[in-house]
């Protein structure tokens, strides 16, 4: 069946350093949709992406579409302790309307 | 806050029993859907409903079933419940436009406990 996978699965950096988590489909996704959660609490809206190819920031933020519409990136630059929390990419299949969260990555940032 | 409440917060039930959890969603959102997280996982997609009918279903036992009404208020119900059941429950609410579905908002969950 569908599945959407998310590496790592965890990640420990230094505040200020970089952070990247990639989502992987098994199959060609509609869109794709990004959310954030912080421990104990709901996934947070941060992006959609929805052309092959496409690229999208928000401030510190950049989010990436493959070509083949079957991956994408999250990369995160000079990191803070705010950023701290589950982030889970979510594939959606026009098809069937169906959503396929990813494994998430939980990041920790060290001040 | 997203404007979409859950209630109750929390649930602790017995197998074999009925739940019922409520959603509320947020105002003018005509597109309710419905997630199971187990602890450490990702949400999984349990169903789907636009304008009171069911427009698309995850892969889980037809025990799990939902209403929404025309309010866009919503029920999640599961039935014969199980140890594997116990989980945090998530709505959440969205408008889908004739160019597709838009960002969801989510309710603070349900957690659900089968004992």
């Known amino acids: 069946g569908q599945q959407v996978m998310q590496i790592p699965q965890y990640q420990h950096v230094q505040e200020g350093e970089d952070f990247t988590t990639y989502c992987n489909s098994s199959?060609?996704?509609?869109?794709i949709q990004w959310y954030k959660q912080r421990p104990g609490g709901h996934p947070v809206f941060l992006i959609q992406l929805v052309k092959s190819g496409e690229v999208k920031k928000q401030k510190r933020l950049t989010f990436q579409f493959g070509e083949a519409k079957k991956n994408s990136s999250l990369h995160i630059t000079a990191t803070q302790t705010t950023d701290v929390g589950t982030y889970f990419c979510a594939g959606y299949l026009y098809t069937g309307n169906q959503f396929y969260f990813g494994t998430g990555t939980s990041l920790t940032v060290i001040p | 806050e997203t404007g979409v409440t859950q209630s109750p917060t929390h649930l602790i039930k017995t197998r074999g029993q009925q739940v019922t959890l409520r959603c509320s969603s947020q105002?003018?959102?005509?597109?309710v859907s419905w997630y199971q997280q187990a602890l450490g996982q990702g949400p999984q997609f349990i169903f789907q409903?636009?304008?009171?009918?069911?427009?698309g279903r995850g892969n889980f036992p037809p025990r799990f079933s939902g209403l929404q009404f025309p309010n866009y208020s919503s029920e999640l119900n599961v039935n014969a419940l199980e140890l594997d059941d116990s989980a945090l429950y998530l709505c959440?609410?969205?408008?889908?436009?004739?160019?597709?579905?838009?960002?969801?908002?989510f309710g603070p969950g349900t957690r659900l406990t089968v004992l």
């Open positions: 105002s003018g959102h005509n597109t």
């Open positions: 199959t060609t996704l509609s869109n």
């Open positions: 409903y636009y304008r009171e009918e069911e427009n």
């Open positions: 959440a609410s969205s408008l889908v436009l004739a160019v597709g579905i838009e960002e969801q908002f």
